[in-house]
């Protein structure tokens, strides 16, 4: 992986978080340089990992799956072991070392009820390092938020935007290839799923339209120049949860926000470029409608959108 990127291949990136399936023309005319320069400069940086592409599901969106965020106590010298092991499971989203460095954010989609009862009843208990845990369910994750691409202004709905599509026998097969290769070629899809490119293709866009899955880059921040996240839990009074989730999700430094059950009801991931961005986001306004608020930098991430990060 790459650890400084040119300005040319952050303007690429940019534009690939934006739009994760672009072609290469679409991307240098989107930047006005040529296609040969977006593929000399971009390819070599999926070829060597810092560039992956995949798929993320919205869990709102799949009934059988219980969304949950766990933040895990655990002795400080087996932080970074509990971290890889949990980073390995497939049921895992995202895994971050945070606050002090002795707690880890978990994000999973787990497979029903049964999976999350052995979670909590059988796998935490059964792992010497972990001293404790609190356990939030995730309501509703904010679809404004879900669309985040690291650009300074919120996009709107995509063109098109529908209810949530009614899934396909062809889904799961589409799903599974995209999580390995998120910008896989129609042809490629079609061979996984056992259909045609033009139902491929018609299934991935009714399913993106409809927010049951976001296309994703998945992409150390840093390297983008942000080096000041954060989660922060908030409390809400109930009757203005909804309101101040959708607000919060759209502003250009919120990459995810979810109503959840716990001591917190409201999970809000930041993505600000330094610490006093971070600030100047905390005492803007936008969490007035908050009573309680506790902010935990995010020390490193060893898992995003489902993907392990190199070295971890």
């Known amino acids: 992986m790459r650890q400084i990127l040119g300005e040319t291949e952050r303007r690429i990136v940019s534009v690939l978080l934006a739009s994760p399936r672009a072609s290469w023309r679409a991307v240098g005319l989107e930047l006005g340089i040529s296609e040969r320069t977006v593929v000399r400069r971009a390819l070599p940086l999926f070829q060597d990992g810092t560039l992956r592409a995949t798929v993320v599901r919205n869990p709102m969106h799949f009934p059988g799956i219980v969304p949950m965020a766990l933040r895990i106590r655990c002795a400080p010298n087996r932080i970074r072991a509990v971290a890889a092991v949990l980073a390995r499971r497939p049921d895992t989203v995202a895994v971050d070392i945070i606050g002090g460095g002795d707690e880890i954010c978990v994000q999973f989609m787990l497979a029903g009820a049964e999976a999350r009862n052995l979670l909590l009843l059988r796998d935490l208990p059964a792992t010497a390092a972990v001293e404790s845990w609190t356990s939030y369910t995730m309501l509703r994750v904010f679809p404004t938020a879900f669309l985040w691409n690291g650009k300074p202004v919120k996009p709107p709905f995509p063109v098109g935007y529908q209810l949530p599509p009614t899934h396909h026998d062809i889904d799961e097969a589409l799903i599974a290839a995209l999580v390995a290769d998120g ?30 899955l976001r296309l994703a880059i998945e992409v150390d921040l840093g390297l983008l120049g942000i080096h000041g996240e954060a989660l922060l839990w908030l409390n809400v009074a109930p009757g203005d949860l909804d309101a101040t989730g959708e607000a919060l999700s759209q502003h250009p430094l919120v990459r995810f926000a979810a109503a959840t059950t716990g001591r917190a009801n409201l999970l809000v991931a930041v993505a600000a470029a330094d610490l006093p961005e971070l600030y100047a986001f905390l005492t803007g306004g936008g969490l007035d409608g908050s009573v309680g608020t506790e902010v935990t930098p995010i020390l490193t991430t060893v898992k995003r959108t489902g993907l392990i990060r190199a070295g971890s």
């Open 183 to 212: 910008r896989a070629s129609y042809t490629d899809l079609a061979l996984h799923a056992d259909t045609s490119p033009v139902t491929a293709r018609r299934r991935l866009d009714a399913l993106v339209r409809g927010l049951s």
